[in-house]
């Protein structure tokens, strides 16, 4: 219990100096920062509408940020989440207009399986192949390997072979039969939240409470102490990258057999990128990936409604997960602090008793 | 002589413990003053508030009757105390001199490299500690890198020295270095204080030992008029078995086999055609000096360097080809030299970590799935049995001291009931309660019939353990002679490569 209050001192410290800094930046430029946080709450959690979209866009951010967290717990810095979320989606919307006559649950699953391997592969093949033989490193070959897939996603829709008929640079949309259902109508919350739930009981089970996890943990926190194990590393490198791949496909397909259903011309999702924030807020831990989710979500759903409300620009949602992301890198600079301000109080107290 | 630091009722209490606890401490002028005790006995603590990096809650220190207080090491320095720390901090890719000067650099922008190596050289033979000061610091021995460490506390003005555990990382020979420094600094007055848990050490070069115990200072008394006996009841407050009693016992057959062994690390062959056996029931002690290539033949052994050439035979089974796993399996365990780098993983729980090379076996796990029960049951039971403290399972292996890490990683691989245990360096940097311990369990397991393949840098060590001594050097096996025959002085010749006269 203790850990688990320690383990979220740091991320509330850094959201609430980050929220403090954005409050002062809104006074600095002429804003009243308490309407502009109460319209930003009120975009996110106001209504039923705002909470379900909010938890609607966090679906992608946990699934993804899972993704990257099983990566870096094995020590793999997969900071491509982005491009195998875009092989994700272009595999899951291909299955989804493609194949017919599959009965819905069959489709979807068919969908799914054949989204999150392609996506697992992505990430798996080039940077952990080259990884565990050549010692290439995670943060390029990733980022490498990110750009191509959104190169690719632009070719597909744009001229490419998954291009509708017509001027629109989009894909066709995926059959009926592909769609996960809307849990709520009108709004983007589907039943993908439960395939996120589901993801993250899976991925903290298999961190946690068995072999693989325990050999993709060792292998993350000390590789010669995995090898004296008796752990085949260069292996459980490539096979960390793979699973990590596969839950950013996972949110790839989640999202687009759930929510957009076709494949649209988009420079980036975004997702896969804020996925590292979230994984790091949450410092890799499972659960906590489902609260630095919705924290997100959140800045991104609550920050267009307080644009319209306060005039304060959304981009200063930007603003707060910049010093967040800061922060939270910083922390190793908190013991620092912690230990200048024990002294002072030393010292005042020596003072104070002569 | 006089009296040049003086330490009263000197008292530091952290969180939940009294690290020293009213310590006194009086260092005379050109004498060398050993601080002797076991880990944890507070001696760290104590060099550390002289040093300004501590503060004391309560007592005084005093340099030539002028009393203290340091908030930070600059001001100690300034006083003229200098520190020499067990792990050095020095920049490899800068020369002696540079590193010498750093912060303290004469001159303003433009760096004087001509000046400051020739200052550097009149200070090197004024306390005659030569060193080339032109030479890159990456490119010096452990020994030579401490020197330049001792010439950055002189080139400081320093009048008292402070060295914490030096002899901790030193080969034999340049611990004979450096007790020849310290004892011509003695000659020219410095006072020198000498931190250590070794014995023989303190009982060579010091003058007067000031004995820690559980955060006290227990005694303080002349080296000469003392035995190392009655040091090491002082240091644990027991009577301690020095000479380990081992039972004479007849090898039975061969359990390791290595034949023309081969290994190569980058383009060094570090072990050039080793062969020898240890058999069940035996105690087979490898001596050599660092870097002879111990290491990498043990590491060759257990699977975690490949071989180039030869054979490794265990209970008849070739296993040279097989990787680490099937090699721990069959039955050999292994207690590697570097506990961080390659016995635990830090970051584990210590659940996790006894269970580091079984952790996929039934009871742990079955169908992939871990067994947090079985895995708490038998950490539960190992922590108890070898007392590793504090006796809480769900530590994090990183916040033990490196006393209770070895036991975790010995507990581990002697619970696993091998067929062959090979121990690198088991008790380094432990104290004589956890030496004894360790000793105690190899032997345990060489009345048990077990095979023990033990690879130590300290001859005492050997010499009291093993029923046969190889001595390796230049990657060589130079000769293995019975434990019970060989001299001190046998060994010391074919450790530095000289070849003795065939016998008979």
């Known amino acids: 219990m203790r850990r688990v209050l320690e383990g979220l001192l740091t991320p509330l410290v850094s959201i609430i100096i980050a929220i403090i800094i954005g409050m002062m930046v809104m006074l600095a430029t002429g804003h009243n920062p308490l309407q502009a946080y109460a319209a930003l709450f009120s975009g996110a959690f106001g209504s039923t509408y705002n909470l379900s979209n909010t938890i609607a866009s966090a679906i992608p951010l946990i699934l993804s940020g899972l993704g990257v967290a099983v990566g870096f717990k094995a020590g793999q810095f997969n900071i491509g989440a982005e491009g195998q979320y875009w092989i994700g989606s272009m595999a899951a919307v291909w299955v989804g207009y493609s194949v017919k006559g599959l009965p819905p649950v069959l489709h979807i699953a068919l969908a799914i399986v054949l989204a999150t391997v392609a996506a697992g592969l992505w990430a798996g093949i080039i940077p952990g192949l080259a990884k565990a033989l050549f010692g290439a490193h995670v943060v390029i070959t990733t980022m490498m390997m990110s750009y191509i897939a959104i190169f690719l996603n632009k070719y597909m829709v744009e001229n490419g072979p998954m291009m509708e008929k017509g001027f629109t640079p989009q894909s066709p949309v995926i059959q009926n039969s592909a769609m996960i259902p809307k849990l709520i109508e009108r709004t983007q919350l589907s039943w993908g939240l439960f395939i996120a739930l589901a993801a993250v009981l899976v991925v903290y089970w298999l961190l946690f409470k068995t072999t693989l996890g325990f050999r993709l943990r060792a292998v993350g926190s000390n590789t010669r102490g995995a090898k004296y194990a008796g752990i085949n590393v260069p292996l459980y490198m490539v096979l960390a990258l793979f699973i990590s791949g596969t839950l950013a496909g996972l949110a790839g397909a989640v999202q687009m057999l759930g929510v957009q259903q076709r494949l649209y011309d988009s420079f980036t999702s975004g997702y896969g990128f804020t996925a590292i924030v979230v994984a790091l807020l949450a410092n890799n831990n499972p659960f906590g990936i489902i609260l630095s989710a919705l924290f997100f979500a959140a800045l991104a759903t609550g920050g267009q409604s307080m644009q319209l409300v306060s005039g304060v620009p959304a981009q200063l949602t930007d603003v707060i997960s910049g010093i967040i992301i800061f922060l939270l890198a910083a922390k190793k600079i908190m013991p620092v602090i912690r230990k200048k301000w024990r002294k002072h109080l030393d010292l005042a107290t020596e003072r104070g008793a002569q | ?504």
């Open chain 2, 1 to 504: 002589m006089s009296v040049c630091l003086e330490i009263k009722n000197l008292t530091k209490r952290f969180p939940g413990v009294l690290a020293n606890d009213r310590v006194n401490l009086e260092l005379r002028d050109g004498e060398i003053h050993a601080i002797l005790g076991e880990n944890g006995a507070g001696k760290s603590t104590l060099v550390k508030m002289i040093y300004g990096l501590y503060q004391p809650d309560s007592g005084s220190i005093s340099l030539h009757g002028q009393e203290l207080h340091f908030s930070s090491p600059r001001q100690a320095i300034q006083a003229g105390i200098g520190m020499v720390h067990q792990h050095f901090m020095l920049i490899p890719a800068l020369t002696v001199a540079e590193n010498i000067v750093l912060g303290s650099e004469p001159g303003n922008i433009h760096y004087r490299r001509k000046e400051n190596e020739e200052v550097i050289r009149q200070l090197s033979k004024q306390y005659h500690l030569e060193i080339d000061p032109s030479a890159k610091v990456g490119d010096l021995t452990v020994g030579l890198q401490q020197r330049v460490e001792i010439l950055k506390v002189f080139y400081r003005k320093a009048k008292v020295l402070i060295l914490d555990e030096p002899t901790a990382l030193l080969t034999p020979q340049e611990v004979e270095q450096l007790i020849q420094v310290m004892e011509r600094l003695r000659e020219q007055g410095i006072p020198i204080v000498f931190i250590s848990h070794k014995l023989d050490e303190v009982k060579r070069v010091s003058d007067r030992v000031t004995v820690m115990r559980a955060g006290k200072t227990v005694a303080t008394v002349e080296t000469a008029k003392t035995t190392p006996q009655e040091l090491a009841n002082l240091m644990v407050g027991r009577e301690v078995v020095l000479q380990v009693s081992k039972p004479p016992q007849t090898a039975g057959k061969p359990v390791l086999e290595v034949q023309d062994l081969v290994v190569a690390q980058g383009h060094a062959e570090k072990v050039r055609g080793v062969s020898f056996e240890v058999r069940q029931g035996e105690i087979f002690g490898l001596a050599g000096i660092d870097g002879n290539g111990q290491f990498e033949l043990v590491d060759a052994i257990t699977g975690l360097l490949p071989a180039k050439s030869g054979k490794v035979v265990f209970r008849g089974n070739d296993i040279t080809k097989a990787n680490v796993h099937k090699r721990t399996t069959a039955g050999i365990s292994y207690i590697p030299q570097d506990r961080h780098a390659d016995g635990l993983v830090l970051d584990f729980e210590l659940t996790e970590n006894f269970v580091l090379r079984d952790f996929a076996r039934a009871p742990f796990a079955q169908f992939g799935q871990m067994h947090r029960q079985a895995i708490e049951a038998h950490a539960e039971r190992l922590s108890e049995s070898f007392d590793v403290r504090p006796h809480r399972i769900h530590a994090i292996a990183r916040n033990l001291s490196g006393g209770n890490q070895q036991k975790v990683i010995l507990a581990r691989e002697v619970s696993r009931e091998p067929e062959l245990l090979i121990a690198a360096q088991p008790t380094r940097g432990l104290d004589v309660g956890a030496i004894q311990f360790i000793h105690d369990k190899l032997l345990e397991l060489r009345a048990n019939g077990k095979a023990v393949l033990l690879v130590s840098l300290e001859l005492d060590e050997i010499m009291s353990l093993s029923d046969r001594i190889g001595v390796i050097h230049d990657g060589r096996l130079m000769a293995v002679l019975p434990g019970g025959q060989a001299t001190r002085e046998q060994l010391g010749l074919l450790m530095t490569g000289v070849k003795l006269e065939k016998e008979g």
